[in-house]
């Protein structure tokens, strides 16, 4: 580990980006967000927005080495990670001068810039082979993603064994590590769609897996920057490179979770300063903060309840799940209620429009009950005479309730257990190898809940919370604690409905 009091340094060798998302902006930001002092190398200068670069112009290969001497004579570097390198010269350049200082070369980060988010090449096809013979044997980690590594490895790469093989290949070039990424590759696990990245360890002749959540956004500028500046920066503090990969990985999930959406037109840039935002769930995005907050077990209580597991394997007696169905159907009305109410509540267009949006989608998923209920036997006339449960009861007035006396995050976080509940049970059940599928009469419910139009509807939801809870909780630990107590008070209740439906009173 780094010494007390002093100050860990890395060295980025990277072209600029004048969007800001990416290049030795992101690097820099990156690194000082993590607490480290960074230094830099400009390497090209690009003309590049959100949606695409449209210029290119390279520094001459003489000045990239008199910057590198500079820096290195003088300040020195802990790490030093090297991004866009678009011509042979300029790679050569960067190799040959990082043997002057081999104290500071220790730990090299290299990501193998080729191509831009947005699709632009960064970097000259008679390049590719300079960089291999020159660059990667003075590598430590090497950070590629499939497109990269299959040019590397030349070979297609399309399962995680494929991965693995890749990352066997190209360590042959010369880098210790290959952190092989696997967002152009997702997987899924659990009916989860997750991330693999691969660490391999030449020395060890290992592989090390890490696993996150799939974050489904555009907003991906600069992510190939960042990762490999966090790593950098883990290792100028003295991390071994297994545990600065692994922070590292956490880091730029959470970059991705809580991107920029909002610059530019084109692909946002993640956003490097989660980790340092004044407020009460740093690091996290806000549906995650809210779950994270509930009592140990309680959401699992929710989404494994017996009723649920009665019909991942068709043992749920038909007199339960009809006597919840109804009560399904009245519970949706008040949950329209409760949406056209946040439509009201609702301070701009726009969010209007997508409450409005949830009020539709409740209105096809009324439909699909009434449709379940006549295959079931059970008419609409038969529906709207039951009685509604106690259960119920409590559940949609204390809904109703919290958009009355609260705000728009009061209410949206009162119904979020049953949007996002939902959306997580259809998706884990129907993924699920021991769910029952032939004969189960509950099989076209639990598809109903995974197919994209419901989990579209979640998704939107997840935007929205995260859109309020950026106004009115990123800076305040009281609200955030009130809208926690919300979010666990409908969770039980949500529990309740279910028990509901086993005692059917």
């Not at 010494?3 to 000082?32: E, F, M, W, Y």
């Not at 790490?79 to 090299?108: D, N, Q, R, W, Y």
């Not at 920057?225 to 966090?230: E, G, M, P, V």
């Not at 399904?328 to 949406?339: E, I, M, N, P, T």
Request: proline share 4%; with cysteine.
């Amino acid at each position: 580990m780094s010494t007390p009091n002093a100050v860990p340094k890395v060295l980025t060798i990277a072209g600029s980006d004048s969007g800001g998302g990416a290049g030795i902006q992101a690097d820099i930001k990156t690194l000082t967000s993590l607490n480290v002092y960074a230094t830099s190398v400009l390497t090209s200068i690009t003309s590049q927005n959100t949606t695409g670069v449209d210029g290119i112009h390279d520094i001459p290969p003489e000045f990239v080495q008199k910057q590198l001497r500079a820096v290195l004579s003088d300040i020195g570097a802990d790490a030093i990670k090297t991004g866009m390198l678009s011509s042979a010269a300029i790679i050569a350049t960067v190799a040959e001068t990082l043997k002057e200082f081999p104290e500071a070369a220790k730990h090299v980060v290299v990501d193998p810039v080729m191509v831009a988010t947005s699709g632009s090449r960064l970097m000259a096809e008679e390049a590719v082979q300079t960089f291999i013979k020159q660059l990667l044997p003075v590598t430590c980690v090497l950070t590629p993603n499939v497109p990269e590594a299959e040019v590397f490895a030349s070979q297609s790469i399309e399962t995680l064994e494929g991965m693995c093989a890749a990352a066997k290949t190209i360590a042959r070039l010369g880098p210790q590590y290959v952190l092989l990424k696997g967002g152009h590759l997702p997987q899924e696990r659990n009916g989860r769609k997750i991330v693999i990245d691969i660490l391999y360890d030449k020395a060890k002749d290992s592989f090390l897996e890490l696993e996150n959540p799939f974050v489904e956004t555009k907003d991906t500028h600069g992510t190939g920057c960042t990762l490999s500046a966090a790593i950098a920066a883990e290792l100028a503090k003295g991390y071994a490179v297994a545990p600065a990969v692994r922070a590292a990985t956490t880091y730029i999930q959470e970059a991705i979770a809580t991107s920029l959406g909002t610059i530019g037109k084109g692909c946002g840039p993640v956003n490097h300063f989660h980790n340092i935002r004044s407020m009460p769930y740093a690091g996290k995005s806000f549906v995650k903060a809210l779950k994270d907050a509930l009592p140990a077990g309680l959401w699992d209580e929710f989404l494994d309840h017996p009723f649920v597991r009665g019909m991942a394997d068709g043992t749920l007696p038909k007199e339960n799940f009809i006597y919840y169905i109804k009560q399904d159907y009245l519970y949706l009305q008040h949950y329209a209620r409760s949406a056209a109410l946040a439509a009201y509540k609702s301070a701009d267009i726009d969010m209007a429009a997508q409450n409005a949006r949830i009020v539709l989608h409740i209105h096809e998923e009324i439909q699909m009950h009434l449709k379940y209920c006549e295959e079931w036997g059970v008419s609409k006339q038969e529906i709207l005479d039951t009685r509604e449960s106690v259960y119920n009861v409590a559940y949609t007035r204390y809904v109703l309730d919290k958009g009355a006396t609260g705000d728009q995050l009061d209410l949206q976080v009162a119904m979020a257990p049953c949007l996002l509940g939902y959306g997580e049970i259809g998706l884990k059940l129907y993924h699920d190898p021991r769910t029952k599928r032939e004969g189960n009469p509950y099989w076209t419910w639990i598809r109903n809940y995974a197919e994209d139009s419901f989990q579209t509807a979640v998704k939107t939801g997840k935007e929205l919370l995260e859109e309020l809870a950026a106004h009115s909780v990123s800076t305040s630990p009281t609200r955030f604690r009130e809208v926690c107590q919300t979010f666990e008070q409908a969770t039980r209740l949500e529990i309740q409905f279910w028990e509901m439906g086993m005692t059917m009173q």
